[in-house]
């Protein structure tokens, strides 16, 4: 059984359309395609032909080049049946629990409401890949433009449990401004200093930040580390339950 062959296709500012190939099969995905045109060269460069578009959620930065890419490849496209209105092209729809198929490669979908309430994320247990759109970002989560606190911690919490070596494919290239951020809030966090000084490299000749280690994120990104008291305390929220850390964690960044 080959593991998933995996590629990432940067487009807009610094979005990541992230493209799944199983060789055995020949069955080809994009992850979130912002748009058609970079997507489908890339594809085609590589002499893959896409089958399958997975959606984490409905935002036009992940969903807006559905329409052309399907027009183009005839491919299906995956995204919550819960969300099912706001995602164009929607083909299956799919929930918690469900699992995704790219010839012999599994993913199990995950609800991971927040940033949005029909957000979700796929994860390829053989290849240790998540694909966890604007849930989880490198050093960073996404805003809550719908969901609680309570939702993300819960998502986040889901995503955390995962493997340690899951590699961690989200949807931005946003690391160097999380980090800056992670910094003002933990600055003696000895991993976070260490993901700093490496991403520096990657950026400086534009290397992709993209992906990250699960338990790399667990180490240094404050929004997974909600639950640690000395960070509840360096924020003078000693004794708080995670929910209200991250809520504060999150209304900083949203302030930075
Ligand atoms: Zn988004
Ligand atoms: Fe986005």
């Known amino acids: 059984m080959a ?13 990541y359309v992230h493209l799944l190939h199983e060789p055995d099969s020949g069955e080809t995905a994009a992850v979130d395609p912002a748009v058609a045109g970079p997507v489908l060269d890339a594809v085609e460069q590589r002499g893959w032909r896409l089958t399958h578009v997975l959606v984490t959620h409905h935002h036009h930065d992940h969903t807006g080049g559905i329409p052309e890419v399907k027009r183009a490849t005839g491919c299906t496209v995956i995204g919550n049946r819960n969300d099912a209105r706001r995602i164009p092209g929607l083909d299956v729809g799919v929930v918690d629990g469900d699992s995704v198929r790219l010839g012999d490669q599994e993913a199990r979908v995950f609800d991971t409401p927040g940033h949005t309430v029909g957000h979700i994320a796929y994860w390829f247990k053989d290849s240790k890949a998540l694909f966890c759109g604007d849930t989880l970002f490198s050093i ?12 993300m911690w819960r998502a986040l919490s889901t995503l955390r449990d995962l493997p340690a070596d899951t590699r961690v494919y989200c949807a931005h290239e ?39 280690v699960l338990g790399d994120e667990i180490a240094a990104n404050p929004f997974l580390r909600a639950d640690d008291p000395a960070l509840a305390d360096r924020l003078g929220l000693a004794g708080a339950d995670p929910v209200t850390v991250l809520a504060d964690i999150r209304g900083r960044k949203d302030r930075f």
């Open 174 to 212: 946003y690391t160097q401004s999380n980090i800056r951020f992670a910094l003002s809030v933990d600055p003696d966090n000895a991993a976070l200093k260490a993901r700093a000084e490496d991403v520096e490299g990657l950026r400086a000749t534009r290397r992709p930040s993209v992906p990250s």
């Open 3 to 15: 593991a998933l062959i995996i590629d990432l296709v940067p487009v807009l500012n610094d979005n």
């Open 140 to 151: 960073g989560c996404g805003r809550l433009f719908e969901g609680s606190p309570a939702q």
